[in-house]
């Protein structure tokens, strides 16, 4: 059976740096509630986040593009779905092209078989597929597919299905891309669990190319692991004034638990200590401390993962492709596990060794 | 360091005047609301310097002894001499 492998990975963020202005935006928030900034100061500390970036221009300066914030967040007054998703299609676009842009694929351009994009952000159609296609001057003969509304472990269902391509038709070169747009969707809000979301999501892209070229990372298998009783943990739901996002504080814990039951379905044979390179989505702090204590990880085991969390915070399904993207060197043999958490409670993983 | 007293102290700020929390007892029935119980994660994990596992960030469903036990845990793992 033909291997498939990721060959290339680049990535891309917005160009304004909104972390700090999206804290004071929280912290607004709060005026009338000491109690809560209090908390909300204290769980900011914890976060492990120094920077998130987006097409939402804090101070306005428009100078890179994109729109300000005082236009599109009005105070009393914050848009609505469908205004959302049109600033969605304005940026999308650009983002997407800026990642595909760093993959300098040049000739290689015009042997791309299939486009496979996940994104849970927005949507439009005729869609990102065919805008990028069309800017970056990819063929028209390419098969199109947009995984729509997976969440964050959505790039390992991306890279499944490239791979299952791949292994189907050995020439095929896949382009895969994971865009989210996540500073679309922030709320007017006096809840807390609201308001600490806005201290983690972030925008941002990964462009791939998945062939049977035996270069970077071969994708072995993978697994997804389903923790019972746990569908209300992460929802996702379209609202009208942007998308819904709920993300319960007992999610750290439950992947905690859920892991350490089923390292070995996920591991499929090979031993904790089989493992060098762990491409753990970042999903926030607590997250990535859940997973390391359930597997028993060195502190150096998820420092790529906390390195991206801490310069790019959690652009959802791209996340964990910036992750990648860091280890695609890897000597020959050098073996290694992804995983991405999401709405199920569902834990994506993916076995991966080097080629390097 | 006394642990239990330190704890007793920690979970003492937010319960009511002249109420005591028994070791049996979970804090979510003793009569704290879920931010005094986010509180007190964080309070436990600022005074003895140690990150409480994930389970227990949910401390309200734990019982004191539970969160005693943990704290004890914690402060065993941590390395010598570490602050």
């Not at chain 1, 159609?125 to 390419?142: K, N, Q, T, W, Y």
């Not at chain 1, 865009?179 to 990964?206: M, P, Q, R, V």
């Amino acid at each position: 059976m033909t291997l498939a492998h990721i060959n290339k990975i680049a990535t891309a963020v917005p160009p304004y740096d909104v972390h700090k202005a999206f804290i004071a935006f929280a912290r607004s928030l709060l005026d009338s509630d000491p109690r809560r900034q209090t908390l909300f100061d204290r769980m900011l500390d914890r976060a492990d986040i120094e920077h998130r970036y987006s097409y939402i221009s804090p101070d306005g300066v428009l100078d890179k593009g994109g729109i300000a914030a005082t236009d599109f967040y009005r105070r009393g007054n914050f848009p609505s779905t469908g205004a959302r998703m049109k600033a969605f299609e304005a940026q999308a676009p650009l983002l997407a092209q800026a990642a595909i842009d760093r993959l300098e694929i040049g000739p290689e351009r015009d042997r791309l078989t299939h486009i496979v994009i996940t994104c849970c952000t927005g949507f439009s159609a005729p869609g990102l597929d065919l805008e990028i296609m069309s800017r970056c001057g990819l063929p028209g003969s390419m098969e199109r597919t947009m995984v729509g509304f997976m969440g964050c472990y959505a790039a390992i269902n991306g890279l499944k299905l490239a791979r299952h391509i791949v292994r189907s038709e050995p020439k095929a070169r896949v382009l895969t891309l994971n865009l989210e747009l996540c500073s679309l969707h922030l709320k007017e809000t006096a809840s807390l669990d609201e308001i600490l979301s806005f201290l983690i999501f972030a925008d941002g892209c990964a462009a791939s190319i998945v062939s049977a070229d035996p270069v970077g990372l071969a994708m072995d298998s993978f697994r997804a692991v389903l923790v019972p009783d746990t569908r209300e943990l992460i929802t996702w739901n379209i609202g009208d004034n942007g998308f819904d996002m709920f993300l319960s504080g007992k999610v750290p814990g439950t992947i905690q638990e859920s892991l350490r039951g089923s390292a070995d379905e996920i591991l499929d044979g090979a031993s904790l200590t089989d493992i060098e390179l762990w491409a753990v989505h970042p999903g926030g702090r607590s997250i990535l401390d859940a997973v390391e204590r359930a597997l028993s990880l060195k502190p150096s085991a998820l420092a790529p993962s906390r390195r991206v969390l801490r310069s790019f915070g959690n652009m959802s399904s791209a996340t964990v492709m910036f992750v990648l993207q860091q280890m695609l060197r890897a000597s020959a043999g050098t073996r290694g596990c992804a995983m991405s958490f999401g709405p199920g409670l569902i834990a994506e993983t993916m076995l991966f060794h080097g080629t390097g | 360091m006394d642990i239990e007293n330190e704890l007793r102290a920690i979970v003492g700020r937010k319960l009511n005047p002249g109420i005591e929390i028994e070791n049996s007892a979970k804090l979510a029935e003793a009569g704290l609301d879920s931010l005094d119980v986010v509180e007190i994660a964080f309070d436990v994990e600022d005074k003895f310097r140690i990150q409480l596992p994930p389970l227990a960030s949910q401390v309200g469903d734990v019982t004191f002894q539970d969160l005693m036990r943990l704290v004890e845990e914690q402060l065993a793992a941590k390395p010598a001499g570490a602050a």
